[in-house]
């Protein structure tokens, strides 16, 4: 591998161009979060309880704080 290798990946948290080094590095050159245009949805917890209710799976007593978490580690930008 040469001294680093530049890639683009696209997650639910957005896109991200990171740099890959030889010695097993990423270091995070862009960030761009994906822009919601509904105030319901502020995180990818807020999404993930979206799609686990829409397939009919019950929340438990951990789901509430799981979301909370997601949300605050992976936040969306709403317009």
């Known amino acids: 591998m040469a001294a680093h290798e530049d890639i ?4 639910p948290a957005g896109h991200w161009r990171l740099r890959l080094h ?6 995070v050159l862009e960030h761009r979060p994906f822009t919601v ?3 319901r949805v502020s995180g ?4 993930i309880a979206a799609g686990t209710g ?3 799976v019950p929340e438990c007593k ?15 930008r709403v317009r």
């Open 44 to 47: 990818l917890g807020d999404l």
């Open 8 to 11: 683009t990946h696209t997650s």
């Open 62 to 76: 951990g789901c509430g704080g799981r979301r909370a978490a997601l949300n605050r580690a992976v936040p969306f």
């Open 54 to 56: 829409a397939l009919g």
């Open 37 to 39: 245009k509904s105030g």
């Open 22 to 27: 030889a010695d097993g590095r990423a270091e």
